[in-house]
Each structure stands twice: as structure tokens, then as C-alpha cells.
């Protein structure tokens, strides 16, 4: 069974600059797994960020960013503020019709 | 923004069935660009794909939960539907709708969730 990992927690002072990361237990991530990214804050519905490895999507500012780095999905927050912070998640394409996501980032801004 | 509403019980017994239903407004869910998606999340845990189906019934199911799982779509109504058979404590969670877009070039793999549904939690006791 495939398994898509990410950090389990992050720290990132306000200002600065934070990439989270997305892979694969077996195998490398690439342009064809379609990473998508997507932010949830206690008792809401996720919200779309990133589709297509780096499409963002509407309404998403552009300090929001995708790509893939090295054998990872790499999403990247810069100058991070304050309501950045909320649980991050990643979903893979792994194939055979199937999408998985990764267990989720706790980003926390201070 | 595209309004989806998850509706159905919020408390199933265990070994019976779990039924849930998506009404889409202000889209068709006949369009050729989209799929149309559940997704589930326990209480204090992560996000996990159910599956989704396309206006013409093609489904994609987690193959962990496809034995026990069926989407079913209406377009009559502008409808989809889960149903998940079996229920055991495990799957109580808030159950999530989405809209599931086609990439441009409709590649296969190419879709992701765009307008969610506000989530309805459903919770497995006697």
C-alpha cells in the first residue's frame, strides 16, 4: 500500500520563508503524480492552494507556491503571516485510478 | 463559489449502511469537466480519499474501502451519493463532498479538489 508522507509538525517565524514536503515511501514524486495542496483550519472545510504540481488556485496569493524538488512535491509559503497557520495537506496521484493523501503538516507561525 | 451540501444521518449503528448525499447548486453535475468526489476525515486526524465518479458513472474508489463502498451519481437531481456498508466505529468521521476538476489536457491522475462542501460529521454507535 502506498503511503504519502509529510513533516509531521513545522515552525516558521512570521516573515520568513517555510517549504513543506510531500513523498513517496516507494518511489519519487514527479510532475505525473499531480500533487495538489490544500490548507484546513480547525473546523473548516479544506481550502485549495495548489493543483497540477504548481497551479494555484483562484483567489490564492502568490506567495503560495508548487514544485517539485528533488524526488519530493515541495509547497513553499513566503514571507508566512500569522493566519498562515493551519494544517497543510498533500494528495498524490500514485495510479491505477487511486489518489492518497499524505498525513498532513502542523504549521504553526511564531 | 460553487455551493455543495453533504446531507444524511449523523449517527449510524454499527454493521449497518452509511448514506450520504451531495447536492450541487449552481453547476451542472453533467458537465464533461468534472468528476465529483467524497472525501472523509476521522475526529483529530487527517484527510482520506473515498473516491469520486464522473457524470457517466466511471468511479474511482480507495481500494481500501472498495468493498464496502459505493458513489452513485443522479443527474436528474444534481446529485451524487456514498454509501458504505458495514460500518464499524472506525468510520466515524466528518464525510466531505468536492468537486473534482479535469486538468486541461485530461490526463489521467490530472484532478484535484476544488469546491468542498462544508462537511457533515457521521458518527458510528449503538
Known amino acids: 500500500q502506498t503511503v504519502v508522507t509529510q513533516e509531521p509538525s513545522f515552525s516558521v517565524s512570521p516573515g520568513r520563508t517555510v517549504t513543506l514536503t510531500c513523498a513517496l515511501t516507494s518511489g519519487s514524486v514527479s510532475t505525473s503524480s499531480f500533487p495538489s495542496w490544500y490548507q484546513q483550519t480547525p473546523g473548516q472545510a479544506p481550502r485549495t492552494l495548489i493543483y497540477s504540481t504548481n497551479s494555484r488556485s483562484y483567489g490564492v496569493p502568490d506567495r503560495f507556491s508548487g514544485a517539485i524538488l528533488g524526488n519530493k512535491a515541495a509547497l513553499t509559503i513566503t514571507g508566512a503571516q500569522a493566519d498562515d497557520e493551519s494544517d497543510y495537506y498533500c494528495?498524490?496521484?500514485?495510479?491505477?485510478?487511486?489518489?492518497?493523501f499524505g498525513g498532513g503538516t502542523k504549521l504553526t507561525v511564531l | 463559489q460553487l455551493p455543495l451540501q453533504e446531507s444524511g444521518p449523523g449517527l449510524v449503528k454499527p454493521s449497518e449502511t452509511l448514506s450520504l448525499t451531495c447536492t450541487v447548486s449552481g453547476d451542472s453535475i453533467s458537465t464533461r469537466s468534472y468528476f465529483w468526489g467524497w472525501i472523509r476525515q476521522p475526529p483529530g486526524k487527517g484527510l482520506e480519499w473515498i473516491g469520486h465518479?464522473?457524470?457517466?458513472?466511471?468511479?474511482y474508489y480507495n481500494p481500501s474501502l472498495k468493498s464496502r463502498i459505493i458513489i452513485s451519481i443522479d443527474t436528474s437531481k444534481n446529485q451524487f451519493s456514498l454509501r458504505l456498508t458495514s460500518v464499524t466505529a472506525a468510520d466515524t468521521a466528518v464525510y466531505f463532498c468536492?468537486?473534482?476538476?479535469?486538468?486541461?489536457?485530461?490526463?489521467?491522475?490530472?484532478?484535484?479538489?476544488?469546491?468542498w462542501g462544508q462537511g457533515i460529521l457521521v458518527t458510528v454507535s449503538s
Open positions: 465518479i464522473y457524470y457517466d458513472g466511471t468511479t
Open positions: 494528495v498524490l496521484y500514485v495510479g491505477s485510478g487511486i489518489w492518497v
Open positions: 468536492a468537486r473534482v476538476p479535469r486538468g486541461g489536457q485530461w490526463l489521467e491522475g490530472d484532478n484535484w479538489f476544488d469546491h
